[in-house]
């Protein structure tokens, strides 16, 4: 069976509750003090089952102190049911919560003038045309208005039947998103532990799911569910829901809260969102003003930066905002918001988060974040995700970066990644996303960081990994950089060989005077066979002198593996030991044992113990002997 939610909205005593109780038979004012004082404070339930479908109602207070409360419940609603008193008509909080609704993007609904009893046909007449006058031009323009009596019960059958039909045609809810409950409710039940409630405004919830409780960042599990007080195995977006979570106690619960699938969702504090002023706000939204966020059942100061030339956003106007939230939550693209004034507290305008997890900016990068918050804006997921990973720049956008974003699905994320790799605007780097722009401006940059290093530093091979990484890739992801290197090593013309990276076409071209010294060099090694000089004594040997260049000399050496370091500053020349392993195994094949001790060693060798060591330790390193004991086998 088909669920929606139904949400009332008007001014207070116009019936609201009445209405609900005349259609369900509950009466949603649950809190003692609602029934003493005859007034709703706090948000309310009751439910309908009308064969094909089954109505959550989630009944809203009207005085205009608790408008924080109705926006609790406002959110989620898939249909609307404008109360309007037919003896008292249009009222402010009739106004102010027909614009939330509007703001809350909702699409469909119904006007219901009350106390018909109450009222002659004229009056009846002049209220229906008020509230005509009310919603033209909007969602509700054209949508049935009914008229009943909650005393008489003149009108409800009427109503049941305009609700049936509502209900069936109301579009099913979106199957892209993973489960999402914003709680309006949390409580211990005897018996049970903590158990919370909210409209599941997507995805689904089973018995046994690990959820994260955001923005607390605990993790919990499902226990039990119930929808419309039976238990069920599953609840889905749609249904006015209670789970009973097992590892958390309810008082670290609050109202605003919001459960989702474990590791989907991160919080954010700042957001880049479209805002729509109201033309009855009292002023322009402006930089630095402070104002209360209403988003899912939560609430949060924040301050607002307009992203717009004018500094502000006038009564009646659309524009962009940065919102710095004064204490984080999960908040996802397409989420929407309501601004409220910080005091006194009243309605300004409404939001649409585009960027969950905005940056604070320079001012003159303005005009390209508009522009991006637009392609967010006007997007489908391909774009959009082409998008988030534009502006992620260098470091590129991981997957679950991609998830804390949109609160897509696997599916939806997949389907638009691979879309966008197709564009061809987007280069997957393992499970990290970089735009093709930004990857081929690194690129760029790359190449000009190392041809200006190779005219530098003619005589070195390249430049060290890590300068590159540091410089371009500061803070960033190790394992990224080395995907990085690598894409770009297919890419274009760089070859990374151990710690360095050069161009392809370097080469090093010596000079006849550097190509002799670096002969001479040689030669000083392979003549000075197992008696190694050390590096200082070798430079002064062979006239490289001990300068930056004669160090780059050497370098060459090493770096074309004519020279071998065995130990620290102890070098030998190639050949050199491989006339030592020829030795040794000569010495092996005349020896029954096979093997070899330190005096032995210097015995053949004619090497001093400060030669001995090393060496022999470098043999166990290449596997030619291996170390028992006091002796050495010879492999
Ligand atoms: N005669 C008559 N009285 C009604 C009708 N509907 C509601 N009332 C009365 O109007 C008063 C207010 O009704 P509620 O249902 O509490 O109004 P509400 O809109 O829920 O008020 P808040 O929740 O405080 O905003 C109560 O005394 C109801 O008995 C109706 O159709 N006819
Ligand atoms: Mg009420």
């Not at 959550?56 to 609603?77: S, T």
């Not at 409580?187 to 409780?213: C, P």
């Not at 392609?375 to 959009?384: I, M, R, Y």
């Not at 015995?603 to 050495?632: C, F, H, N, W």
Request: one cysteine or more.
């Amino acid at each position: 069976m088909k669920s929606i939610i139904v949400g009332t909205a008007g001014h207070i005593d116009h019936g609201k509750t009445a209405l609900v109780r005349a259609l369900t038979g509950i009466d949603a004012d649950r809190l003692p003090e609602e029934k003493r004082r005859g007034i709703t404070i706090d948000i309310g339930f009751a439910d309908l089952d009308l064969g094909e479908v089954r109505i959550g109602f989630v009944d809203v207070p009207g005085h205009e102190r608790f408008v924080k409360n109705m926006l609790a419940g406002a959110h989620g609603i898939d249909l609307v049911a404008l109360v309007i008193a037919a003896d008292e008509s249009v009222m402010p909080q009739t106004r102010e919560h027909f614009d939330i609704c509007r703001l809350l993007g909702v699409t469909d609904g119904l006007i219901v003038l009350t106390k018909k009893d109450l009222v002659d046909n004229e009056l009846l007449q002049l209220a229906l045309a008020e509230a005509e006058d009310l919603v033209k031009g909007s969602f509700l323009e054209g949508a049935p208005i009914v008229a009943v009596s909650s005393r008489t019960g003149d009108g409800i059958d009427e109503l049941k039947d305009i609700l049936r039909e509502l209900g069936t045609k109301a579009p099913a809810r979106s199957e892209h998103f993973v489960a999402r409950l914003p709680i309006d409710r949390a409580f211990t039940m005897k018996g049970f532990g903590a158990v919370v409630t909210g409209t599941l405004i997507a995805g689904q919830i089973n018995e046994g799911d690990e959820l994260d409780l955001l923005p607390a960042g605990v993790r919990t599990r499902v226990r039990g569910v119930q929808v419309h007080g039976q238990p069920v195995k599953q609840a889905s977006a749609g249904q006015r829901t209670a789970v009973n979570l097992g590892g958390i106690d309810a008082a670290a619960i609050e109202r605003g809260m919001l459960l989702s699938h474990v590791g989907r969702l991160r919080t954010t504090q700042i957001v880049n969102a479209s805002v729509q002023v109201l033309k009855a706000a009292p002023r322009a939204l402006r930089s630095r003003q402070r104002v209360r966020i209403h988003i899912g059942a939560a609430e949060v100061l924040s301050r607002v930066r307009v992203l717009e030339e004018s500094g502000e956003i006038k009564a009646g106007n659309a524009g962009f905002a940065q919102f710095r939230f004064e204490s984080p939550l999960a908040g996802v693209l397409g989420d929407r918001f309501i601004i409220r004034s910080y005091s006194p507290q009243a309605t300004i305008g409404g939001g649409l988060i585009l960027d969950p997890f905005a940056a604070k900016h320079r001012a003159r990068d303005t005009p390209a974040i508009r522009t991006s918050l637009q392609t967010l804006a006007a997007g489908n997921p391909a774009v959009q995700l082409t998008q988030f990973v534009f502006d992620a720049g260098r470091r590129g956008l991981t997957y679950e970066a991609i998830a804390a974003r949109t609160a897509w699905r696997d599916e939806v994320i997949e389907h638009a990644r691979e879309e966008a790799i197709r564009s061809g605007n987007v280069i997957a780097v393992e499970r990290t996303l970089i735009s093709r722009g930004v990857f081929d401006d690194l690129l760029r940059q790359i190449t000009v960081e190392i041809q200006a290093h190779h005219r530098r530093e003619p005589l070195a091979r390249g430049l060290p990994k890590e300068v590159l990484r540091e410089r371009f890739f500061g803070g960033g992801s190790p394992d990224f950089f080395r995907a990085m290197i690598a894409e770009l090593e297919t890419a274009e013309s760089l070859v990374a060989e151990k710690e360095i990276v050069r161009l392809r076409e370097h080469t090093l071209e010596l000079s006849a005077d550097d190509a002799r010294l670096r002969d001479a060099l040689e030669a000083v090694y392979l003549e000075a066979g197992l008696a190694a000089p050390s590096v200082p004594e070798a430079m002064t040997r062979s006239g490289v002198g001990s300068s930056q260049h004669g160090r780059r000399i050497l370098q060459l050496l090493i770096d074309s593996r004519a020279l071998v370091k065995v130990h620290g500053d102890m070098f030998f020349h190639r050949d050199v030991l491989k006339d030592l392993v020829r030795r040794i195994s000569e010495y092996a094949a005349s020896n029954s044992e096979r093997s070899i001790d330190v005096t032995a060693f210097k015995g053949i060798t004619g090497v001093s113990r400060k030669y001995a060591i090393p060496l022999l330790e470098y043999l166990d390193r290449q596997r030619i002997t291996r170390r028992e004991g006091e002796r050495r086998v010879i492999l």
